[in-house]
């Protein structure tokens, strides 16, 4: 019988929940070890018997690490992304990098996929769209995993800074450090030695409708993206261990505990449309999304979103249509919020919305579809960090997810407080906490 998890990949094609090949054991844990010798007496036939000893050892190596991706992209309810293109696996590519062997890789997907312990959908290209190969393990994999434990398995490479610059092919790049990388690495160190203090769990579910509490570990470091400091910088979770909490669903960060404590997470209403209007010189006095019918509310965001991100007006067209088709695809997985988000986009009129928005916000309509996305996460990241390190610096752990933030139930008028202070420092004037 297939298993929950298997169904949302094989059955309702669910493939924007992934997570990269990015994790291995470097330990030799004998509850992953046992499983992964059975497994290997199969799949070294795959390989002949004139093969040199170092294929066997690295084919064992790299059936090891599958595993270990396959895993931690079960226990995240995520199917694994892993490119199959030659690009992929040179000296700088995405698995080259970590030495991985494409033709050794490729041969035990192909057995495991063949053999049914793994489901596999080809990766494809479109002119600027595209999306590698997803793998996920079936239920012939999943009793391997019984007695295995986020903590036996670690990022590939956890690099040492904290502050990171990429250029425009998202590769880090070497920088001189400036009055205001200095001064970021000492709050993002404070931070994580903040963490260092406290315990950190969540509640996750199982096919049988269990919960199990896996610890995990935060460690913060910020990207700035296109060679350029004023661009991005948020805060993203590079977790030393286990799970990332940044990738988990609203829902399932709802189950997190620090210190044991029930935590709360507040977010900014409608944070970068606030942002716009400050910009302006403005304070946004009505509702950002109200242009359109109550009703088609869940459309009025997402138009936004994407007028805010994209940097041309015909891709608006492009991702409201692969947002309604993802929808599609979750079949039997939408919520309630997902069938609400699907009814709005199939009523709404993207012609006339678009109008209707560019005349509600006239103010900002001029950054519509201009690609200042990365601008204002540098200013929302520079809120962020102001909130987490204020906490950090009395020794409170706050975790962030962009705009919104964790923290335990206790404090919540605190966190709330401390958002509206940073905010209006930053901005000089004020936006809702919800």
Known sequence: MNSLYDKKFSNFL????????????????????????????????????????????????????LLCNLYMGRLS??????????????KNGAMGRYHVNQKILLSILDYLTETGYIGFQKGFKFGSHGRVSRYWS?????????NWQPEF????????????????????????????TRDLLAKLTLINRCYSHHTFDVYLDSDKDTHHLTRFFPRLRSIHNQKNFERGGRLYNQSPRSICYQQLSKIQRSNILIDGERTVELDYSSLHIHLLYAKVGLQLEK?????????????????????LNCDAEHKLRS?????????????SFRTAKDNSMLAALEKMNTEEALAIAKEYHKPIKQFFCSGISLELQNLDAKIATAIVAGFATRGIPVLPVHDSFIIAKSRQEELREAMQTAYRDHTGFDCPVC
């Open 319 to 331: 991702s409201l249509g692969e947002t309604k088709y993802n929808l599609l695809c979750k079949g």
């Open 153 to 180: 398995i670690e990022p590939f490479k956890l690099s040492s800074q904290l502050v990171v610059l990429k250029d425009e092919k998202g590769e880090a790049v070497h920088y001189r450090h400036s009055d205001y």
């Open 138 to 146: 079936l239920p012939l994999l999943e009793p391997m995993f019984n």
């Open 77 to 90: 309810g995520r199917c694994l992304a892993i490119p199959r293109d030659n690009n992929a696996y040179t």
């Open 14 to 65: 669910q493939f924007e929940d992934s997570i990269p090949f990015m994790f291995h054991s470097p330990k030799d844990y004998l509850e992953i070890s046992s499983g992964i010798e059975k497994l290997w007496r199969e799949v070294r036939e795959i390989f002949p018997e004139s093969s040199q000893v170092k294929i066997f050892y690295k084919g064992k190596e790299h059936l090891k690490t």
């Open 287 to 307: 509702d950002g999304y109200s242009f359109l019918a109550p009703e088609l509310r869940p459309a009025a965001k997402k138009l936004m979103l994407i007028l």
